[in-house]
């Protein structure tokens, strides 16, 4: 990874530079560390996202 790649740390909900906790309690790589200081945020908007398209294809 980049010296300019962020995680989100869940355990500390921190975020942190690649050599952070490890990958089982984190999300990422995101590109900087503002996207990933949202990134519960970020996966969230996902989930419903691909709950509406999972609620489309049972209809």
Same mark, same amino acid.
């Given at each position: 990874?980049? &010296?300019?790649?962020?995680?989100?740390?869940?355990?500390?909900?921190?975020?942190? $530079?690649? +050599?952070?906790?490890?990958?089982? +309690?984190? %999300?990422? $790589?995101? $590109? +900087?560390?503002?996207?990933?200081?949202?990134? %519960? &945020? %970020?996966?969230?908007?996902?989930?419903?996202?691909?709950?509406?398209? +999972?609620? &489309?294809?049972?209809?």
């Amino acid at each position: 990874m980049s &010296e300019g790649t962020w995680f989100y740390c869940l355990r500390h909900e921190t975020v942190e $530079p690649v +050599d952070g906790c490890r990958a089982a +309690d984190r %999300l990422g $790589p995101y $590109p +900087d560390r503002e996207t990933a200081s949202r990134a %519960l &945020e %970020l996966a969230r908007e996902r989930t419903e996202r691909e709950d509406r398209r +999972d609620a &489309e294809w049972e209809d």
